[in-house]
Each structure stands twice: as C-alpha cells, then as structure tokens.
C-alpha cells in the first residue's frame, strides 16, 4: 500500500514539476499543415536544447525544450522563414543554440574542410598510382 | 579484505607490465637477454592478475559491499541484481578496470597463442603491450582506484542512473571496450614490427585476428549503443552525431579501413606504410575517443561517468603513447620498402578507394567533433550537430558505396572494366530502377534516402556475385564472411534510408477510449494505470493498435525512479517485417481534461538499420572463425582472402 503514496504524488506532479506555468500548447501538438509541420520539423532537428545534453529540441522532454518547439511552431505558423526564425533563436541564445554553423565566420573553416579533406585525399592516392604503374 | 586483494594484485599486474616492458627491451636492445624468459610468464601473471582483480570488484558489487566507495556511490541495495553486477563496469572507475582487465587477459594469449611472427618481433609487440598497460595502470592506481573505502559505510548506496539501469549496460559497453583493446593490440603489433623492422605479410597475419576481432566487436557495440538510445531515450532517434557517439564511430571507421588493407599487406604484400599508419590512427581514435567520453569536455546526451581532471591523465597518456608511435614510424618508414605494385583498376585499387573515403569521413567526424573546442578557444561558443554531419559524410558515404559495389568484383594487380561490364550495365539499371521507384512510391523524398535505398538495393544483388563461379562448399569462410558483411551494408543502409526519408510522426493527447491514426495505423488509449517497479514507480498507458484487421496491445510507461530521482519514459515498440510503430505515453496534458500526451511514429525498416548491423558482425565473426579454424589445422600459405 505504501508504495501508492508516491503514484498519488507523481500523478499531481507535472502540474506543478515545471515550474514555468503551464506547458505552451504547440509544444507537443503537431501544425496542421503537414508541410509546415515537416518545415518545423527539420528546424526543430537543427536546434540544441540549451538545458539538455547534447538534444536537439525535437527530442527532448525538458522544459526549454518544449517552450522552444511551441515558438518554432508558432512562428512557422505565422509564415516566418525557418532561416529567420534560426537568426531569431541566435538573437536569444548565441550560436550555441544551432547545430549547423553558418558558411562565414567561425563556421566558415568548418563547411570547407570536407573539400580540402576530399581532394587532398584523392590527391595523395594519385601519387600512389602513379609511382607504382 | 577482497577489495584490498584486489588492489594489491592492481599493483602486482602493474609491476609484472614492467618487468615485460624492460625484458622486451633488453632483448631488442641486443642484450644478453637474461630478463628474456620473464616476458611471457609476466604477460600470463598479468593477465591472471588482472582478471582477479575484476572479478573482485565483481564480487563486491554482487554482495553490495558500502563500505567500498565505488559500490556505494554507484549502486543500492534495493537494484536488481542483473544492474548490480552490470554496475561493475557502469562507472569511470569499474570501466577502467574492465578495459585493463580485458587488454592483460589479451596480452597474455599473444604470449600464449602467436607463433607465426619472429620471436623477437612477438617480444618487441610484448614489450610495446607492457608500456601500454603500464600507463593506464598508472592511470587507475593513482586516478581512479576502483577498490577505495568509504568510511562510515553508508547504509543504502546512492544508486545508478537511471537510463543504464537497462540490459544495454551488460553488453554495450564491454563490446565497446574489447574494441578499443583488441585496437591496442594491433597498435602494438604495428609498432613492434616498425622496431624490429618486419612490417610484411607474416605480421600482417598475426595482426589481422586482432584487428578483425576488435572491429567485430565495435560493430556490435555500436549497433548496440544505437539501438538502446533507439528504445530508451523515448524520440525514436537512432543517431544523433553525438560526441561520445561519434567517439565510438571514429575508432571502427579506422578500424574499417585497417581491416581492408592488412587484407592487402597480407595477400599482396602491398599497403605497407599505409597499414601501420591506419593501426597507429586507430589506436589513436581510440584513445581519444575514451578522452572525450570520460572528460565530460563536449556536452553529450550519454555522457555518464565524467570527470575533467581524469580526462587530462587520458589525454596525456594519448599525446605520449601517440606521438612515440608517430616519431617511431617517421624514424623508420624510410626503412619500410615499397611494397608490390598495382594499377588504378584492380582489387588493390578499390581497397584504396575504400581506404580513401573512409578516412576522408574520419577526417570530416575528427574535425566536426573537434570544432567547437576550437571554436571556444577563440572565444566563440557555437554547436556542430546533425545538419553538418549527414550534409558532409553522406555524400563520401554514398560513394563508399558506389566503390563498394565494384570492387570486390575487380582482380588483384590489373583488371579491365570492360570485363565486368555486363554487371556494372545490370548494377547501374538497378540503381535506377531502385531511385525511380522510390521516388514514384514517394514524391518529396530528399536525395539523399533515394540514393541510399537505390544504392542498397543494387549493393544488395552485388555483394554475392564474388560468390559467383565458385563451388559453394569449397568457398573459403571468409569469403562468406566478406559477402554476408557486404550484403549486411546494403540492409544497415536501406534501414537507415527508408527511416530517414518515410518516417511518419503524430504527436496527439488522448483521454483513455480515444484514438490517433497513423500510417495505417489506428492506436487507442484503452486506459492509464499506475505500475510499481523496484525501484521505481510509472503510469503505464494500454493501447490498441490496429490494423487490417490485426490488433495489438502496446503498454509505454512513463517512469518516475527513486535513487537517484529523475523521470524516464518507456517506449513501447510494436516490430512488423516492414518497420516499428514506436509509442510513447507522456506526462498528462496541461488543460486538466484528463488527457496524457502521446506520441506515435511508424518507423518503416527501421530494425533493419540493426538487423544489418548483426550481419556485418556475424560475416566478421564467420571470416575470423575461418580463419582460425585454417591456422589451426594448416600454416597459412600466401594465398589471398578477405579479411
């Protein structure tokens, strides 16, 4: 019997667990225009959850997290440009918040590498064959 | 008393890695030798004394002794008893001990089983072994002492994390870590054959078991790893280019690359230079992967057992064993001779080929990784997560595959396209076919998972025809082995492209007697009721699930654990030979109306992804057993077979 005690307790919890009021609606409800949806989607996917380890917003069950989804749904909805609406989250939370740095500044580097990677590579294996033909 | 037992034998292993160390040295010094006769009975000494030292602190675990710190502040008396002794290795300290527990244990069977390699080579490999040992003895005896007390003993033990109180953590983590060993061995090998100048097909051979076997054992560990986050962390993400994730990915793609061009260096004698460097890498990647789990110095979603100050021991003894081994190869790979030629178009080519791209995808995960520690350094705090890393390796990934599907066709030294032409004619309609199809099934479909499943569907016919031609019963195994990992490619990819690209989502609440649709697929919350565990307390939803006529009852649980407190949700997994309908039951809506969230996926061929994985295991498993099998009854002669 005892061990009810805490089920009772759990079952009130989330009302209170959260701390920041009630959970934004859009947070775990899908838009209703699939395409948007899907836009959200990949969006959501490209966003780190800044309170969790390593998630991206799209998957987890964190608070911030499920405030971020429910503003990313929103403004999908209200017919912003995904890319708008990762330059706002920037505004908010730093560069941190994205997982897909932009092709300037510090990020720069990092979209070039797998060129540099890829054609040294090649580069180096032609000299191979050609020594050894 | 055991858990001092156990010490001392740490110290007493510790010693024995010494004596290996200075009586392989000796020998390769030119010495008399007179410590000689010691190494291999130090190796078996230490092996033996390893193992009891684990399984000492096993025993502790198993009996819950609180007096030792590291049960008490990893487990309780309450677990059952399956995560009590899974909970030996579920931590930094126990982790350590399993991995030089596990490389010991390894040192004493070369010392034990390796015959085919000269005497002073296997000594110099001994000699190499010990002074790797010894470091990470160092490390545990004087960083991470997984036998320390506690006094007072406390009364209950704090308890594991959650999310590894799960059958995972009695297989994941081991199968991880005997890669990464059986990865140090083959660094050993490689820099004893460059001391004692013997880097040639008969090294080859006797590193290639280890090779294979440690790459066997990354497969099934990742796979693993991937298919528990699957179940456990309750999105349905099977792949998060997580840092601890890419940590262990790093290693097999190394590993990858080692096992086809020892392959080459043990046929053909070619590759030579370029096989000790992959060891070297991979030894490397490793180490460094080990570092970046244990440092806690990138944010990951799996990170559980970090502590900075240890993770900078583990750098060091990377930098040092690391740099060592590159100087040792940069004094002596002019010493190296060029091994046999080839052409462009040859089974030697397409192995480069497979080299090349594979570690160009090394190269790109290394840097990604990295990148944020870069960045940060100059004083900018940015994320690099999937979009970069699926946008920059699944091109080079796509065109490992295209490689893939000609070479194992291709004859050593020189071959001639047009020889196999009407396969490749066949192997490119396939392709198209595959991609058409999809697209036709599936209009919208990014391209990537169009070419994934184009290319696996023709990677799927492709990978028997080395089989073709040849009297099945007298086929060597590892041909086998070579053809099912292949073919196992295609399943592990068309599981990946049909998941990534035709995945359906509903993310509802639902009262019990409602329902959601998905894919087909009608689910009903038939009731919500609360459930009692061990040590946790859940609410578990009932639902329907039904379709065509079947019916079938999923239960998720969303559950609330005690020791330590922390909330986790059970997915529920409805497996069909088409793919998974994947249910989650939340936390209960905000508006009061006695709704609990509930979100639904149907994942097509997503157990795929890891039925494909066995596969590539098992033809490993099938190629090494060969091969064992082979060496025991007959020395090998130099005769080419995969690896």
Redesign the interface.
Known sequence: MR??V??LL??A???FAQGSG??P?LA???LADPAQEAEA?RLM??L?CIQ?????I????AAMAETMRAEVRQQIAAGQKPQDIRSWMIDRY????????DIK???LL??I??FL??FA??WL?RG??R??? | MIAEAGLAALWLAAAMALLQLVGGLTLLRGGAGQLAPLVKPAAYMQGALCAFAFFALMWLFYVTDLSVLLVASNSHIDKPMIFKLAGTWGNHEGSMLLWVAVMSVSGAAIALLEKRIEAKTLYATLAVQGFIALGFFAFLLFASNPFERLVPAPLEGAGLNPLLQDVGLAFHPPTLYMGYVGLSIAFSFAVGALLTNQVGPAFARAMRPWVLAAWIFLTIGIAAGSYWAYYELGWGGWWFWDPVENASLMPWLAATALLHSVSVLATRNALRAWTIMLALVAFAMSMAGTFLVRSGILTSVHAFAVDPERGAFILALMLMYTSIAFVIFALRIGTVKQGEPFQLVSREGGIVANNIFLSVILAIVLIGTLYPLAAEAMGDKISVGPPYFNKATVPVMLLLMLALLIGPMLRWRRDALMRIKYWLIGGAAILLCGGLVAWRLAPGTGLFPLLGIALSLALAVAAWLPLRGRKLLRTPLPIFGMVIAHFGIAVSVFGMAAESGFSKETLTALAPGESAEISGWKVRLSDVKPVVGDNWVAVEGEMLANKNGNSFVMRPQSRHFFKPEMQTSEAALLTRWNGQLYAVIAQPDQEGDGRWQVRLWWKPFVTFIWFGGGLIALGGAISLFGRMFRRARKPAINKWEPA
């Open positions: 061990a009810w805490p089920i759990m079952l919890a989330p009302a009630p959970t609606a775990n409800r899908q989607m996917h490209s780190r969790c380890q390593g998630q991206s799209a998957d987890s069950d730093g560069e941190w918040v994205s997982f897909e740095p500044g510090s990020g990092l979209w590498a797998p990677i890829f590579a090649i294996a191979l064959f020594r050894r033909t």
